[in-house]
């Protein structure tokens, strides 16, 4: 991006707001002057209070921190904090050099350039005196200026890029010897990073590769290194080829989580740039597969909610303000290059997330992500009216009807490996507002509710069976369909425990979305079928209060479980409703012979887990199960009846009472 491409934005209607809340956002990190900080950065991911769970808070004004507060008050002090709290500054320091130097490109103003050199220079300087990093935990890959080579990389990318700009815009004032010194250091650094992952752990599809790979680009790029850059791009593990092996066929990155998956697709798109700052062709960039970086986005699209918001499959945030930039980032630099119209409801959503006011954001275009990558005029936007979409080797499905503000979206596929959770056949639903059976999303790594709770089987809304969690497993999608009236996935798990196989049918209509969920065992077993709903629920009678562990179970996710109520009434179906977005949405029960339903609240989000979830637990008990549940967007639940060979009776709230005929056959569920 050039000064004359930054100054040109000057036409769009979004613009100068755009820039003044970059210069907001600047001049507040500035106040704590140009200096960086002299000690390296810890691990981010200790930077969680262990009482709530929650993300520690971080003020880009201030200087120096050794007392930490949470969200709910807590101060902590550690030198495990103390070194989170310094990868924050770093990054910060990092994005603020950026951040003026774009303001430095659009405006002109000297002071916005003079403290974007004086941070390039302070760490071209303090670099080459952080040691490797010696606290760094055994398994990482070591940085120095933090615990991690991968946080290295990601924010080296930033300074260099800060740099770039600096030097197009004819500004760039740092002392030519300390730059080339630093960046030496910093090669030499992630090139051996990169032997190490790729030849000696054999791990070329390493999103960390990504990131390697996306520094060194950026190196070459600041040293006018062609040679350097072709050598990678051909590479093994290089730029073209980690698009082959890191991206599945269906465009998604291996891991399954559309965290990393971002977070992949940013590294990528950085080190595009840089390759086309040197004459590469980057739209050639192909997997045989078809892996592209325009595919990746259409990945993307294919599973958000209908207004734009990310699910947080396997491992990743809920909602996070550093995300929510990374997402506008990423599509940003998409629009700019394919103006794909689908892309605004997905940016909208990032901004209004990226204020870090709980989601509750302008979702206008602002700051550095919209300055330095915004192109064009967004369309006027509409909610995402995507069609369903299997993912067959990364193993979701998206289930849609067009005249259906509910959606669902269905996990069967890899574990995910370190990143994965025991979570097959978990459902998300969607509702055109958000989410209303969420995926939570996962707390920084140094949380103990990370492997305790968030990445078991009863935080997700699935089975469990004898009171465990799942094996790491892989399912199969037995039937996908996707035709005009209706959608329909019929999902297995054989796997997550020994003699059981799961097999959940989800339909998707104009009017209902339907939940078939059948557990057989070959021996008598407890089978618990969980629900967890992003906003409080509201049931009618028919509920008595029982004891908060009226509900047991072996894995230690049960222990975060509090069982509230039992449903007590004699009726065929147990009905409860919640909000989305200020319009009700209804889920219907049909009931369980001699199953026992209690209504839940377990730890919440990855925003706050203190803050609990409402949720539903039906329990059974045998060789045997059918859980089946209705869910309707209105105020009128769906009715549901058992008929006398087997069928289910579903009088939809929006069919003026009709009643439609499901049954079970050998080749899946069908409407009668």
């Not at 990093?133 to 080296?156: N, Y």
């Not at 740099?163 to 030496?184: E, I, Q, T």
């Not at 090669?187 to 990131?211: H, V």
């Not at 978990?426 to 920084?444: A, D, K, T």
Request: hydrophobic share 40%.
């Amino acid at each position: 991006m050039t000064a004359e491409r930054l100054r040109e934005k000057a036409r769009y209607g979004w613009f100068d707001a755009g820039l003044r809340a970059l210069r907001e956002e600047t001049d507040a990190a500035l106040e704590a002057g140009a200096d960086v900080p002299e000690e390296p950065g810890g691990w981010w991911h200790q930077y969680v209070c262990p009482a709530h769970g929650a993300e520690l808070r971080f003020d880009p004004r201030e200087r120096e921190a050794f007392a930490f507060r949470c969200p709910h008050g807590c101060i902590l002090e550690d030198e495990a904090y103390r070194g989170a709290w310094l990868v924050f500054k770093h990054q910060e320091r990092a994005r603020t050099a950026l951040s003026a130097a774009a303001i430095y490109a659009a405006t002109g103003e000297a002071k916005y350039a003079e403290a974007a050199n004086a941070i390039l220079e302070a760490y071209a300087s303090q670099y080459p005196r952080y040691p490797v990093h010696p606290d760094a935990q055994p398994w990482m890959l070591k940085g120095r200026a933090f615990h991690q080579a991968l946080t290295e990389a990601i924010w080296a990318t930033t300074i260099l890029r800060a740099y770039l700009l600096l030097r197009d815009a004819g500004a760039l004032k740092v002392d030519a010897s300390a730059a080339d010194a630093f960046f030496a250091m910093l090669e030499g650094s992630m090139a051996e990073y990169r032997r190490i992952l790729i030849e000696e752990r054999d791990e070329p599809a390493n999103n960390y590769t990504a990131w390697l790979n996306a520094c060194l680009a950026c190196l070459f790029a600041a040293r006018d290194d062609r040679a350097g850059m072709e050598a990678l791009v051909s590479a093994r593990g290089g730029l073209r080829h980690h698009l082959e092996i890191g991206v599945l066929p269906d465009q998604l990155e291996f891991e399954g989580s559309l965290y990393y998956h971002v977070f992949v697709l940013r590294a990528y798109w950085i080190a595009a740039e840089m390759a086309e700052r040197l004459g590469f062709d980057t739209t050639a960039w192909t997997g045989s597969g078809g892996q592209s970086f325009r595919g990746m986005l259409e990945a993307i699209v294919g599973l958000a909610a209908p207004n734009g918001e990310l699910p947080a499959l396997h491992d990743g945030p809920y909602s996070r303000p550093p995300y929510a930039r990374e997402i506008a980032e990423v599509f940003e630099l998409g629009y700019a290059r394919y103006g794909d119209a689908r892309y605004a409801p997905i940016l909208r959503e990032a901004y209004r997330r990226a204020d870090g006011d709980g989601g509750a954001g302008s979702p206008e275009r602002r700051g550095l992500e919209a300055v330095l990558y915004g192109e064009g005029e967004w369309p006027a936007t509409e909610p995402l009216s995507e069609p369903s979409r299997l993912y067959a080797s990364a193993g979701f499905a998206a289930l849609r009807h067009p005249d259906n503000p509910l959606s669902l979206l269905a996990d069967f596929g890899p574990h995910g490996g370190s990143h994965g959770h025991d979570d097959k056949l978990n459902v998300v639903l969607m509702h055109r507002n958000g989410f209303v059976l969420p995926e939570r999303g996962m707390v920084p790594y140094g949380s103990e509710l990370r492997k305790r709770w968030f990445a078991r089987t009863p935080s997700h809304n699935t089975v469990s069976v004898g009171g465990r969690t799942q094996a790491a497993h892989t399912g199969a999608c037995l039937r996908f369909d996707a035709a005009a009236h209706r959608s329909y996935a019929w999902l297995r798990s054989a796997g997550a425990y020994a003699g059981a196989t799961l097999d959940r049918h989800l339909w998707v209509d104009r009017d209902v979305a339907l939940d078939w969920f059948e557990v057989r065992l070959d021996q008598e077993e407890t089978i618990d079928y969980w629900l967890h709903f992003a906003e409080p629920l509201d049931t009618a009678g028919g509920w008595a209060a029982c004891p908060p562990d009226a509900a047991p179970g072996e894995d230690e996710a049960y222990g975060y479980v509090a069982t509230a109520a039992r449903w007590t009434a004699e009726e065929r179906f147990a009905a409860a409703s919640t909000a989305c977005g200020g319009e009700r949405v209804t889920a219907s029960l049909l009931a369980v012979p001699g199953g026992e339903l209690y209504r839940i609240a377990s730890p919440g989000t990855s925003v706050d887990p203190s803050r609990p979830l409402d949720g539903l637990l039906y329990r059974a008990r045998g060789r045997r199960a059918t859980f089946v549940a209705a869910f309707a967007a209105g105020g009128s639940p769906v009715r549901l009846a058992r008929g006398d060979d087997g069928g289910v009776l579903v009088a939809s709230a929006g069919g003026g009472g009709a009643a439609m005929r499901f049954r079970m056959t050998d080749q899946g569920l069908h409407r009668e």
